[in-house]
């Protein structure tokens, strides 16, 4: 009688937040010290001080009726403009704050899109492995969703595949850089080839195909290695951004979603995101955090942990004769699991208190997942953990 | 190409902020004192100090990494426990919390009520005049809106004609007491024959029919009458709310959607409820903003200013000759136009400055709407100009 494909995405247990309630449970019998939980992509630094200082000194200074009203549904003009500066001076891109549309996090930025984009049955290709939500939002769009599949050895589009699964009904490709969950980045060179394959097919089927990019992890690089911004190297491009990670805001959800200033009909499709926020029930972002990102725009959350996290976890695993891919950026780890099955081996995990996350949520099998952003005395106190696992294969074969 | 009803959403002006951005280039030109504008719902008093304390106090006090990282989809469970006190507290009710979900705003917890409960073509019943973005959002559900009418004289609900409009595919019936745009306040009676209308029809058709009840003015009434509370009228209910008028925080997107304790399958319409906030994109209601609820539910802004704009207005309107619904809460009086077109009416109204919002848009003909939520100074100005236009109609007949 009510809607049943609502009620089974509201009943299906996320397998992440399943294995971050075991791991809850776990810890009050053996112990929080002895769980090590590496499950919940869930910022572990705290935001920079200057969130902090903008938060008080706003609300002690701005009239309140002014610091709580509405704003525009896209946001105050002279904080869309401190992000389209901020990404000019960055990328040497060319961004119009006009183009720019405040959201409520990039979940958001991603849903209005899919919606202000896609017409019934449209294709929208994502590149496994990929974020799960992918799938129930393009669904809910009224869309279809085509799984391409990436170089099992790096993890970068397998771009034959690709070319095979753009057709006439492809509408947008979604990428994400750095990689939930494999923490690779699309260099350059990628991104130059993926922009040429879409030109190439654009002119083929002769209507646009937008290139989506999900980028909450863009400031989150530990190489060195300057982020190629979409919007430099294919026209019909829209950026879905978060402030969550770089701000480490997560339970805030301030982001924004951008229409590339080369896009075909940017301006229609800007009026197709202002409606389809508008339906879906997004009023304006929280007016509080706009007033802080003209200030906190140009900072970042002090990322060294998740760099020494990331160097400890992967040499460690390395060394014990795992195979990992070596992660560019995000703060998660993607290991090859020890056995076909990825949620068998993970089963085993949890047998020496490591919580792990199966690939097959991601649309990929034989690998887990490792979100490394935890406290570093957690990498090192795993690390026998790890070893002991590795052994227990071992005595198997 | 793109999705063409999302660009229509996007493209077609707003009448009221079309009004606004008039009022805006007019004051510039001769002068904010001289400009009556009444066209936005905006509060125009300012959050109890309380808020304001709380997010300092918080803001200084919380481990930052607590303070602003994710919750639970459906939030905090100590902030629904004090939402559910305070209702059970207030109204004698018998909430759960487990059955509160926090959403951003009264909009976000329509838009997931309708995903939730509609399937393709169900009908949702709403009461003329009503909020415009019912439409929108019951639409963008795939529901059918079906517009019953109001006494012209009350603007309570033609009962009659409810009755008649209610069917096997009715799915819906949407209140919103104290009203937008009448200030109406549907009394125990109103509510109790409505909820006895519908437990007959619900039998006759062999299937539930919800009472969706929008109330973010529940606590703006200004007669002395106690608010009666749909669950304990009617099992089949939920309830959708908003702190942006009773703390003053529109901006802030703050409020929840509760299903009765009484409700007939009530976990599964949760789980449907947390299904389709997942997949229209909302990941949790702003942290910080949940942290201060469990002090700030129990304040409420100070109203007075209201109550004395309401008072002045309606007296001097009718003392002048216009005739007005008598507005019990809310911020809006309701006037009846001078013409049969209250579009031309609203037009000869601009040329004394006054900005009025035909009921057109609210689905009726013949009046307009006074958002009274501004200063009384403004309400004690324009009370010339009032005169001058009904003045200008006497003349003209």
New interface residues.
């Given amino acids: ?3 049943n ?7 299906e247990g996320s397998i992440i937040r399943e294995l971050n309630e075991y791991g809850q449970q776990l810890k009050k019998q053996i112990g929080e010290d002895n769980v090590f939980d590496f499950s919940i992509g ?6 920079p001080e200057v ?2 200082q903008e ?2 000194r706003l ?2 200074t701005i ?3 002014t610091l ?4 525009s549904a896209n946001g105050l003009k002279n904080v869309r403009d401190a992000i389209a500066l901020q990404l000019n001076k960055t990328y040497n891109a060319n961004i119009s704050s006009d183009l720019i549309y405040l959201t ?2 990039a ?6 899109s899919f ?5 019934k049955n449209d294709e929208v290709i994502v590149i496994a492995p990929f974020f799960p ?1 992918y799938k ?2 393009v ?2 769009a009224n869309g279809k969703l085509v799984v391409s599949n990436s170089d099992i050895k790096t993890c970068l589009p397998d771009f034959n595949d690709l070319e095979n699964k753009i057709n006439s009904k492809t509408k947008i490709i979604v990428i994400n850089s750095p990689n939930n969950p494999t923490g690779v980045l699309y260099k350059e060179d990628v991104i130059i080839k993926l922009a040429n394959l879409l030109k190439r097919k654009q002119e083929e089927y002769h ?2 195909i937008y290139l989506l990019s999900d980028e909450p992890y863009r400031e989150l690089i530990y190489i060195d290695c300057k982020y190629p911004f979409i919007t430099n190297y294919y026209d019909n491009s829209l950026v879905c951004y978060s402030f969550s990670k770089s701000l ?6 301030v982001g924004y979603l951008l229409v590339s200033n080369s896009c075909h ?1 940017k301006n ?9 926020g ?7 972002l ?5 007033y802080i990102l003209p200030i906190c725009v140009n900072y970042v959350a002090d990322l060294s942990t998740y760099k020494e996290n990331k160097d400890l976890l992967y040499n460690a695993l390395i060394k014990m004769g795992y195979q990992a891919i070596y992660p560019d950026g995000a703060f998660y780890l993607y290991v090859k699991a020890l056995e076909e099955d990825a949620n068998l081996f993970a089963n085993n995990a949890k047998k020496f208190n490591l919580l792990l996350v199966p690939s097959d949520s991601f649309g990929q099998k034989g690998f887990v997942r490792i979100s490394y952003c935890v406290t570093t005395k957690q990498i090192i106190n795993s690390l026998p953990a790890f070893k002991k696992l590795k052994e227990y294969y071992q005595k198997r074969s």
Same sequence: chains 1, 2.
């Fill in positions: 009688m009510i809607n494909k609502m009620k089974k995405l509201g009943q869930n910022p572990s630094v705290p935001c969130v902090k938060i008080i609300t002690n009239d309140p009726i709580h009203s509405y704003t409520s996090g979940s958001a930025a991603l849903t209005i919606n202000a984009l896609l017409n939500e129930v939002f669904e809910k209507h646009d480490s805001l997560p339970g805030e959800r009909n229609v499709i800007y009026q197709a995101i202002c409606g389809a508008r339906s879906l029930g997004f009023i304006c929280t007016t509080l955090f706009q």
